[in-house]
C-alpha cells in the first residue's frame, strides 16, 4: 500500500489549509490513519489519529482544537484540517496508514512527507 501526501506550502499564520493523503493498493480495510510531523532538529511527533475505522480520534496537546482528522473512505483518503497555524506549526507532516490487504496481509504504510511551513 503507497500513500502519496499533498497540500503543503507556505502558509501566513492563521491560515487553515488541508493536507490529504491518498491510499493506492489491494486495500481492503484502513483501520488506522495518523498523522505525525517532524520539525527540524526535532524527533517526529504524533500529531492526530484515528482508529477503530475512524471512530476514535486522538491529538496532540499543541493541535487540539485547531487540527481535524478525517478519512474519505470511498477514496482511501486521509484528511488533516489545519486552522489557526502557528509558525511553531512549521513542520514536514507525514500520514501513516495501518490496515489490511484483500490478500489478508497487515501493512504499516508511510507517505512521503509534505512540508509545512508557517510564515509571514
Known amino acids: 500500500v503507497q500513500l502519496q501526501a499533498s497540500g503543503g506550502g507556505l502558509v501566513q499564520p492563521g491560515e487553515s489549509p488541508r493536507l490529504s493523503c491518498a491510499a493506492t493498493g489491494n486495500i481492503f480495510s484502513l483501520y488506522s490513519a495518523a498523522w505525525y510531523r517532524q520539525a527540524p532538529g526535532q524527533e517526529r511527533e504524533l500529531v492526530a489519529s484515528d482508529t477503530r475505522g475512524g471512530s476514535v480520534t486522538n491529538y496532540a496537546d499543541s493541535v487540539r482544537g485547531r487540527f481535524t482528522i478525517s478519512r474519505d473512505s470511498s477514496k482511501n483518503t486521509m484528511l488533516l484540517k489545519m486552522n489557526s497555524l502557528k509558525p511553531e506549526d512549521t513542520a514536514v507532516y507525514y500520514c501513516?496508514?495501518?490496515?489490511?490487504?484483500?490478500?489478508?496481509?497487515?501493512?504499516?504504510?508511510w507517505g512521503q512527507g509534505t512540508q509545512v511551513t508557517v510564515s509571514s
Open positions: 501513516n496508514a495501518q490496515g489490511m490487504t484483500r490478500e489478508l496481509i497487515e501493512y504499516d504504510s
